[in-house]
């Protein structure tokens, strides 16, 4: 069974720095890429970064280039997404996914195999 756990959300001041973790298990993680969504109150689902399966390939939202920066560690299953200079627009429920294959463009991984539960980040003015 396939599992992708998120964890280091929390609640922080607007310019303060998270560092979110997905844990993967159940999947061969080294032949998915991997991405980060998030999903404000009353909005949909939107793409934040992505990298392909040996880290060569990584993709950002607009909205979050410069400030935010994804990796993942193969020998640990896990993706992180370390987010710095934090605003009250990044305030959304964080999800992992996790789609098998190579590209990990933000349309490829929109129709990812898996997600996890998500984890809360908040950041306040």
């Known amino acids: 069974q396939v599992q992708l756990v998120e964890s280091g959300g929390g609640l922080v001041q607007a310019g303060a720095s998270l560092r979110l973790s997905c844990a993967a298990s159940g999947l061969t993680f080294n032949m998915n890429a991997m991405a980060w969504f998030r999903q404000a109150p009353g909005k949909e689902r939107d793409f934040v970064a992505s990298?392909?399966?040996?880290?060569?390939?990584?993709y950002y939202a607009d909205s979050v280039k410069g400030r935010f920066t994804i990796s993942r560690d193969n020998a640990k299953a896990t993706v992180y997404l370390q987010m710095n200079n934090l605003k009250p627009e990044d305030t959304a429920i964080y999800f992992c996914?996790?789609?098998?294959?190579?590209?990990?463009?933000?349309?490829?991984?929109?129709?990812?195999?898996?997600w996890g539960q998500g984890t809360q980040v908040t950041v306040s003015s």
């Open positions: 990298i392909n399966w040996n880290s060569i390939s990584a």
């Open positions: 996914a996790a789609r098998y294959g190579r590209s990990a463009t933000a349309q490829a991984m929109a129709d990812s195999d898996y």
